[in-house]
């Protein structure tokens, strides 16, 4: 069975950084490249960053560049997401997902998505 479980998630204060991690079992991992969005209260889910399948080619949004950055461990079928320099407006629940074809930076057509983990950004 295909699982997405992220974890690392947690309350931090502004300026402050966390490490997210997805860890992938149940399909072919370094067949799919990934992503990572996120979804605030009362807002639609966004693209945060992507990175294709060896981890050669990497995505960040508008929102996030200079501060989040993406990889991956093959061998441990494990996507991370560095947040530095949090920002109130991270607020949101991060989810990972997965996809064997397409643009990483499309909300559509992935196939596999995580539970996703809470951040709260707050003094």
């Known amino acids: 069975q295909v699982q997405l479980v992220e974890s690392g998630g947690g309350l931090a204060q502004p300026g402050g950084s966390l490490r997210l991690s997805c860890a992938a079992s149940?399909?072919?991992?370094?067949?799919?490249?990934m992503g990572w969005f996120r979804q605030a209260s009362g807002k639609e889910r966004e693209f945060v960053a992507g990175?294709?399948?060896?981890?050669?080619?990497?995505y960040i949004a508008d929102s996030a560049k200079g501060r989040f950055t993406i990889s991956r461990d093959n061998a441990k079928n494990t996507v991370y997401l560095q947040m530095d320099s949090l920002k109130p407006e991270d607020t949101a629940v991060y989810y990972c997902?997965?996809?064997?074809?397409?643009?990483?930076?499309?909300?559509?057509?992935?196939?596999?998505w995580g539970q996703g983990t809470q951040v709260t950004v707050s003094s």
């Open positions: 997902a997965a996809r064997d074809w397409g643009p990483v930076r499309a909300t559509w057509g992935y196939n596999y």
């Open positions: 149940g399909f072919i991992f370094s067949g799919y490249a």
């Open positions: 990175i294709g399948m060896s981890g050669g080619t990497t």
